[in-house]
């Protein structure tokens, strides 16, 4: 017999896992706040921007060709800002005492698309640091691309610079807590929903009719303590009348 279940069932189980699923989805929210305000570390990031040229002679001509071949170079330029050449004497310059290899793992080279600019991205623990990276980064390139490539039209177009109370990227506490608590209250419906999926109890008449394929032809009521307590004293007062009537009537 095929088992199909009605939307009056589902809201059911979630009004019987009501306070379960309140109480998962408010400590999913409780633990990220927690967590992304006191655990994780704040990461800030800085940028510069360069635009990089071929070398050419003043008087020739800047046609669509040379600019093709510049945009195409353009994944060599962040290959190689990247590179040991250039952040290894930027690490010795600043005197990080990290390797190429670590500060690396800080930097992101991009450029829009069709577009000579490249955007140079550092993130750090500390905003002044982030900003003193992807300046130094600026100023290396700009200096050793002249003696790795035959180019030496490298202009910065801006400075990474430390605003005041300038924000971390990262983490962001209020997207987490958000995507924590729509986790939780997914996985809470779930679990409510598996719960009622393996719980094989048999808890009414219509249960048992469900299950055994049979109609129901009737059912014995249930009566607690306190109300078979009180019937016997109903019974126990009746009885008292009643014999007191048959005493006054004798």
């Known amino acids: 017999m095929e088992e199909t279940i009605s939307l009056k069932e589902l809201l059911e189980t979630l009004k019987k896992r009501l306070i379960m699923i309140i109480l998962m989805t408010m400590t999913a929210g409780l633990v990220s706040g927690v967590v992304s305000y006191f655990f994780l570390t704040p990461i800030y990031q800085a940028s510069t921007q360069i635009l990089v040229n071929q070398s050419k002679n003043e008087q020739a001509l800047y046609n669509y060709g040379e600019l093709q071949t510049n945009l195409q170079l353009i994944n060599t330029y962040n290959v190689i800002i990247k590179s040991p050449a250039i952040l290894d004497k930027v690490s010795d310059e600043l005197k990080l005492g990290m390797t190429a290899t670590q500060l690396n793992g800080k930097i992101t080279v991009g450029s829009e698309a069709q577009s ?4 140079i991205s550092v993130q750090d623990e500390s905003a002044e640091t982030a900003a003193n990276i992807a300046n130094k980064t600026a100023a290396v390139f700009q200096t050793e691309i002249s003696k790795i490539m035959n180019v030496d039209n490298v202009s910065v177009l801006a400075k990474a610079t430390v605003a005041e109370k300038q924000s971390p990227i990262k983490p962001q506490p209020l997207l987490n807590v958000a995507i924590a608590v729509v986790v939780g209250l997914m996985a809470a ?3 409510a929903f598996l719960i009622e999926y393996f719980d094989n109890t048999v808890k009414n008449e219509q249960d048992i009719e469900k299950i055994l394929g049979l109609p129901i032809l009737g059912a014995i009521a249930t ?9 016997k004293k109903r019974k ?3 009885s008292r009348t009643a014999g007191r009537g048959e005493t006054y009537g004798v």
């Open 236 to 238: 126990a007062a009746k």
């Open 116 to 119: 000579q600019v490249v955007t």
């Open 223 to 231: 009566i607690d303590d306190q109300k078979m307590e009180e019937l």
């Open 189 to 191: 419906v779930g679990l």
